[in-house]
């Protein structure tokens, strides 16, 4: 493709606002909306408004929506910034497209992460007060600070990261960038000389290395699972199966994320020839890679749990058996495998439409699954006694609004920062002869 | 004043073992700071850095004037230092140990009394481990904190749940935050009727604290009381997640009981940390064995006594300082064992043997609270008991009968907690 073209192409969505733009811009503040209207009542009244209750003679379970949505937005986060680590570690050229999306999503999922805990908490107003000056005597103790540490900083390597790679791009498109966020533009440039590119590019080699390295440690391969694994009161979540099986739910989340973002952004600027149906074929297959991963593991546990298991174990594993909804999130994402694998055999069956619908189920069934860890996990303590456990739990219209609220906050991210920078990187289009990136290669 | 600064000894203090030998030593009215600086040439002593003269040299004065109409015994002691040798087992703390022995005090009237030369001298007594266990060999002679527990007797217990009752009263719980909790049980291997008394079980090796992450559930040094900070708790609820044994209440709501109802002095402890009775709303509560009475804080008499042992007609439930030989739970404990050979194998329990046990041993916690009687099993089901839960104004199922009905009932609610 020409190159210039290919620029006018990359800044289709910095152009004036489309009538589908506004109506998704209104739907995402729609939900906002909701979700405020009943996080005030939660606000007013505590934490009473939901239907979480204390293990014990209490008879529910202290965690659940919230503990399980904030899981499930950390892996979205955690599998998108491999997956963009990935691309540019291994060069893997034909995901480039849709490389900083990956970053983007990561940066509005870690903040939909943050949004969790703190509507989680009973007290918001001292998660200032009391974490900071905890921070240097519990941070080598409390497993929730581990995750509030690794969370922090994934968020500020991902924002360097992207703030490095735009600068170029910056650069190269100011002339098609509009004159409004003039001010912002110059401080993003501050210092920038066609010097730097090259270092950076080496920078974010190294960035891209060590979020590669940390990922099996941090975030779903190692603090988020061991919020749950290390702990000696439920049978349910002991075990050193947690980490890969999270990473694993990680990936596949994020993927499918990815997924619906880029035919989105494809669907709504005509981008078929900037994100072509190869990226979506590809990413179909690593979704099926990762789906597979994610039932094996599955059955990984069901195995171990029921088989002569010890039995408190034994008996959660059963009962999560015995729960429909559990099936039904093993369900969606083995229906979504089924599909990819048939479309890898018969290439005919593949569409946008249908890989996109995949994803949301998958999506959805991977926010079962990790609510469901969470609450059958607390329902099978291995202190057995209470009448009250297992309790039950449907989470309250409160709850509820907040996925309404938290998919709003990543929608209008998305529409508010693809006005102001590309969200396709100048790379995706570049040919060899563009510019001084005497490495690049492009498809 | 022997307060320069040490820093060029090689003993390194750091910050905690400072704060808590300023703990301990607030606890008495004399000089915390001289106290401090004693307790650290003390462990100084016992590191071999310092010689034991040298150490008296130093100190005899302090002593002698905070012991008063003791000079007489003290002077003797002094002579004796020299002879001291470290081998014989018998060091310094030892004889002033000795000494309050003599003069019949209890270890926590020595803690109040001695001042802060007994004081540090104690932080002394209990520094190295090799003294600790050596103590402990000779019947525990060394004085080494105060570590409040229970033994509970579940053979004694009838089931009649004033103990429920009296703690939900003292402490101004909400409906269905049950501190103390009292199951019938029916076991495979046991007959009829079986009551399990639950309060927080006061870990030794807590996971609440460990999983927190900020704090606000901490062990208190000098007691080994687990307790909630109400002002620091963020009311993540990880405490409660962690916890084997499911003694934690968050306050979802507006509480019962307006913090107008409960007396400052029983929500300050003595460090002047806001622990005690029911948490504010957003806040984690459970078990804090009555932290205001062993502070003082409701009478001198009141200390070393809880709510709910005071109102057990049965005898089942005895609170004091484990470390104490001569405390309640300690003979209480004594007393069955060597009544009968203990029978740890409870399934095969026979008439007239005894079998004692902490809750799930197996989960690592080491709590401070023993029982004596029989461990429920994993078939174990709790039953209806002899007096139900509403009868004594009580609610058992939280979710179901408070939190359900929960918003619109909370405003009704009182005032601002
Ligand atoms: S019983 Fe539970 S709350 Fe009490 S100290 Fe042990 S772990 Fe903590
Ligand atoms: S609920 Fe409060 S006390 Fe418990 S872990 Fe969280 S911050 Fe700590």
């Known amino acids: 493709m020409s190159t210039d073209v290919g620029r006018e192409t990359l800044t289709r969505p910095i152009q004036a606002p489309s009538k589908r733009y506004v109506g998704a811009l209104l739907a995402a503040l729609a939900g906002i909306g909701v979700w405020l209207f009943f996080y005030y009542q939660q606000l007013s009244n505590g934490l009473i408004v939901t239907n979480l209750a204390d293990w014990g003679s209490g008879g529910g379970v202290p965690w659940g929506l919230y503990i399980g949505a904030f899981i499930w937005w950390v892996g979205i986060a955690h599998g998108g910034i491999i997956l963009s680590a990935a691309v540019r570690l291994l060069g893997m050229d034909t995901y480039q497209p849709v490389a900083r999306m990956a970053e983007l999503l990561t940066i509005a999922a870690l903040t939909c992460a943050g949004l969790y805990i703190m509507i989680h908490v009973g007290r918001p107003d001292r998660l200032v007060t009391s974490v900071v000056p905890a921070w240097p005597t519990r941070v080598q103790w409390s497993p929730l600070m581990w995750d509030v540490t690794v969370i922090t900083a994934y968020f500020v390597l991902t924002a360097t990261y992207l703030l490095l790679t735009i600068r170029y791009d910056i650069h190269r498109l100011r002339d098609r960038l509009p004159d409004t966020f003039e001010p912002l533009y110059k401080a993003l440039m501050l210092g920038y000389s066609e010097k730097e590119d090259q270092v950076v590019e080496r920078m974010v080699w190294w960035l891209a290395f060590a979020i590669i390295i940390m990922a099996p440690l941090l975030l779903h391969g190692g603090v988020i699972p061991w919020l749950f694994a290390l702990l000696p009161s439920m049978a349910g979540w002991a075990g050193g199966v947690q980490g890969p099986s999270f990473l694993s739910i990680a990936l596949t989340s994020a993927v499918s994320g990815i997924i619906i973002i880029a035919a989105a952004f494809r669907y709504v600027y005509d981008w078929e020839e900037l994100i072509p149906d190869q990226v979506f074929y590809g990413l179909s297959k690593w979704l099926g890679f990762f789906a597979l991963l994610f039932l094996w593991l599955q059955l990984q546990q069901v195995m171990t749990g029921i088989f002569a298991a010890p039995t408190t174990l034994q008996h959660a594993t059963e009962v999560k058996l015995s729960t429909p909804v559990y099936w039904v999130a093993i369900g969606l994402v083995g229906l979504g495998l089924l599909y990819i694998f048939a479309s890898a055999l018969k290439a005919s069956l593949f569409s946008i439409p249908r890989i996109v619908a995949v994803s949301f189920l998958v999506l959805v069934g991977t926010l079962i699954e990790k609510t469901l860890f969470v609450v059958e996990g607390l329902q099978h303590a291995h202190f057995a006694l209470y009448d009250g456990v297992p309790g039950h739990y449907i989470p309250s219209p409160v709850e509820l609004s907040s996925i309404l609220g938290a998919v709003g906050i990543v929608v209008l991210f998305f529409l508010v920062v693809s006005k102001v920078i590309p969200v396709v990187e100048l790379h995706a289009i570049q040919d060899h002869h563009d510019d001084a990136e005497a490495t690049e290669v492009s498809d | ?417």
């Open chain 2, 1 to 417: 004043m022997p307060d320069e600064d040490k820093t060029d000894q090689t003993t390194s203090f750091s910050e905690d073992e400072t704060r808590r030998m300023e703990r301990v030593l607030d606890d008495t009215e004399y000089d915390t700071e001289l106290g401090v600086e004693m307790a650290k040439d003390a462990q100084r002593v016992a590191a071999g850095e310092l010689g034991e003269a040298e150490f008296y040299r130093q100190y005899h004065e302090d002593i002698l004037e905070e012991f008063g109409e003791d000079d007489r015994e003290l002077n003797g002691l002094l002579d004796d230092v020299g002879n001291v040798d470290a081998g014989d087992g018998e060091g310094v703390g030892d004889k002033l140990q000795a000494l309050a022995d003599e003069k019949d005090l209890s270890r926590r009237e020595v803690m109040k009394k001695g001042g802060a030369a007994v004081a540090a001298l104690s932080i002394f007594a209990s520094a190295g481990e090799n003294r600790a266990a050596s103590a402990e060999g000779e019947g525990g002679d060394e004085y080494d904190g105060t570590r409040w527990g229970m033994t509970i007797n579940l053979n004694n217990c009838d089931g009649c749940l004033a103990c429920m009752v009296a703690c939900d009263q003292e402490h101004k719980l909400s409906g269905g935050a049950n501190w103390m909790y009292v199951f019938t049980y029916e076991d495979d291997h046991q007959d009829d009727e079986n009551f399990l008394v639950r309060p927080c079980q006061h870990c030794t090796d807590s996971p609440c604290t460990k999983v927190c992450p900020v704090g606000a559930r901490h062990t208190r040094e000098q007691d080994g009381l687990v307790l909630t900070d109400y002002e620091i708790c963020i009311g993540c609820r990880y405490c409660e997640v962690s916890c084997p044994y499911g003694v934690n209440y968050f306050q979802w709501g507006e509480p019962d009981h307006p913090q107008s109802e409960i007396p400052e002095s029983q929500s300050q402890d003595e460090r002047g940390r806001w622990v005690g009775a029911r948490p504010p709303e957003g806040v984690m509560g459970k078990c804090t064995f009555c932290v205001d009475r062993q502070d003082g804080k409701m009478g001198d008499d009141k200390i070393g006594t809880t709510a709910c042992e005071e109102a057990c007609a049965m005898d089942a439930i005895h609170f004091g300082d484990l470390n104490d030989p001569e405390s309640a739970p300690n003979t209480h404990l004594e007393q069955y064992k060597d009544e009968q050979e203990n029978d740890m194998t409870f399934q095969n329990r026979k008439e007239h043997t005894v079998s004692t046990f902490q809750l799930m041993e197996e989960r690592g916690t080491d709590p401070n609270v023993r029982y004596v009687g029989n461990e429920p099993s994993q078939d174990a089901e709790q039953v209806e008991g002899p007096v139900s839960y509403e009868d004594v104004g009580l609610v058992d199922d939280r979710k179901e009968e408070v939190l359900d009905n929960g918003a619109m009932a909370n405003q009704e609610g009182g005032e601002e907690a």
